[in-house]
């Protein structure tokens, strides 16, 4: 998940169906103080990487 310089929030998203599902949803709630306009969803591939990367984002 990350941040990005027009306001908006990335994130990609694998494992079990329902549990993507879940986040999915989730996404519409957000913290507190946000307000959330928008969720886009898109079908990708699964991302090569095992392990937890840490991106830039527009805050760093």
């Given at each position: 998940?990350?941040?990005?310089?027009?306001?908006?929030?990335?994130?990609?998203?694998?494992?079990?169906?329902?549990?993507?599902?879940?986040?999915?949803?989730?996404?519409?709630?957000?913290?507190?103080?946000?307000?959330v306009s928008a969720v886009?969803?898109?079908?990708?591939?699964?991302?090569?990487?095992?392990?937890?990367?840490?991106?830039?984002?527009?805050?760093?």
């Amino acid at each position: 998940m990350r941040n990005l310089s027009d306001g908006t929030v990335e994130t990609v998203l694998a494992g079990p169906e329902h549990a993507v599902e879940a986040a999915v949803s989730a996404c519409w709630r957000g913290p507190a103080q946000a307000w959330v306009s928008a969720v886009t969803r898109y079908d990708a591939a699964v991302p090569e990487a095992a392990a937890f990367v840490r991106l830039p984002n527009a805050l760093a």
